[in-house]
């Protein structure tokens, strides 16, 4: 799955990923409406809207980008029908050739995250039968609980092709509260890190491994440091936009081909017709103020990458 | 709900909490049949199965406990069926008057966080329409992301009158792996706890803290220096039985009026029909078995605390 990204990175040329974060006052009134018209003003009716929002996102945006990342607590925070709408977008995206990375950041012990990975890398057997739960491609690990509870994430990686990214430096205002305390004179995600550029080393694809890890945007010299810790992870980087960073802030997280990185965007692409600069295309046109913003974001990042060549 | 859960323990004398993580090979065939004969082998069925066998332990040990914990990746790794049966065996365990502690594990950044919260402790608003839903009356919480990834579920607590246990010590074999690194001299453990105590100042309930702690009883001198770094947070302690920890092992978790903690045990209950001391019982009747090791489980435990008072 990790040469299936990097193919779908130098073909599009835009080593983004859509965040596919819906949150209620995001959506269009005459989206909600519809939702509500049809379900009521029910967890059901929220998972319409939720679906019908995402559906015309994807159907605007899906020929320039390589990846979407759904986050998984938007949907399951409208219970069992937000989880349905999750799936749904997650099979929409496949339908449209995208890859789709589960922003879940799961973590347990051993038995416990073997069943996670089961459920949204994986396949299950019941009796005789296999199915395959959620099917993202790649999902988000927290890696508090070390080795053995990252582990059984990693052995369905290999059976299945499919990748992770482990949480290294989070883009939040707090992630240095434990992630920055230095352990014999190194901040703790050095050596988390270190851990990462370990558990790839034998899950390597063509180039970079399936094994990799999250850096926020919002710590540039961080993601300098740990693209040379890491060199054959590629890295998810959040925090673009909204969150505070910049195209040209970004260019160290990337090899200097160009690859090595992905970096999401979440509101400031689905809430994109809220945005000064979007307001011409008005509500009802909330997909084509997405699309335009995801062509300046690639115009940002392509641009800052072509800089320093 | 700290409140209720002390009241309760008080009451049965027993403080321990009955982890509800079915796997395939735990269910008897009889269960697995019916089930597969009603919905196929499918998700369904195997949801199915999931639940008739929770309902059997829940009734056979609902009047001798004060709690459950239900694992939800054992739900997940079955989608949308799996969840429907947890939250099925949520509702049932509240039905029972049973304290429910949803084991999720979830952490994330400030807004993401605020989701999660709103979808297992909390309410969730659809146009004019309020619902609920998940509903535990506890969580686990990941603190990987610093204090903007737990103040969000600290806040939905003070909201609803809900609780935390916070990921401290974790109970695997590799927790040590970041967990035990040493941060100006001392274990990073303990600057967790230390950040757990602060949360937990301003959320008290009569005698302890809404915001508790994770502290795995495969590690009694850690949970000793952790019992005094927090003393007003109730500790959460996985890993007895099947992984190790014995009762005597575990006293220091708790205060001296035999209060501060809560034993989780999984599958040293819900297969109890499966060991050696247990098989007189038969597969018919596991839930029978699964009262017995309740009733072991809590002479174990009380008997330490006796033993030390």
């Not at 190194?186 to 988390?192: A, G, N, R, S, T």
Request: charged residues 20%; proline residues 5%; aromatic residues 10%.
């Amino acid at each position: 799955m990790i040469n299936k990204l990097v193919e779908k990175i130098q073909k599009t040329h835009a080593p983004i990923v859509v965040g596919l974060d819906p949150m209620m006052n995001y959506i269009p009134d005459h989206i909600q409406k519809k939702a509500f018209a049809e379900y009521g003003e029910t967890l059901e009716g929220a998972a319409e809207a939720i679906w019908q929002f995402n559906k015309e996102i994807v159907d605007h945006t899906c020929d320039l980008i390589p990846a979407v990342k759904p986050q998984i607590a938007m949907y399951e925070q409208f219970g069992i029908p937000g989880l349905q709408a999750f799936k749904k977008t997650v099979d929409y995206c496949h339908q449209k050739d995208l890859v789709v990375i589960g922003d879940i950041k799961r973590g347990d012990i051993g038995s416990t995250s073997a069943a996670y990975a089961t459920g949204h890398i994986g396949d299950v057997t019941v009796g005789g039968q296999t199915y395959t739960p959620f099917g993202e491609d790649f999902v988000t690990v927290n890696p508090y609980l070390g080795s053995d509870g990252v582990q059984p994430f990693i052995d369905v990686c290999k059976e299945q092709k499919k990748g992770l990214f482990i949480l290294v430096k989070t883009s939040n205002p707090s992630s240095g509260e434990f992630q920055d305390k230095l352990v014999d004179g190194k901040p703790l995600y050095e050596l988390v890190g270190e851990k990462v550029a370990q558990w790839g080393a034998d899950c390597m694809g063509n180039q970079y491994s399936y094994i990799g890890a999250v850096v926020g945007a919002t710590y540039p010299e961080m993601g300098k440091v740990l693209r040379k810790i890491m060199p054959k992870s590629f890295i998810l980087v959040p925090g673009y936009g909204a969150q505070g960073g910049k195209g040209a802030d970004l260019v160290h997280f990337f090899d200097t081909d160009g690859l090595g990185a992905i970096v999401n965007s979440s509101r400031g692409i689905i809430a994109a017709y809220k945005q000064e600069e979007y307001t011409k295309f008005g509500e009802e046109h909330f997909g084509e103020a997405s699309r335009a913003a995801v062509e300046a974001m690639i115009a940002d990042i392509d641009g800052a990458l072509q800089a320093v060549k």
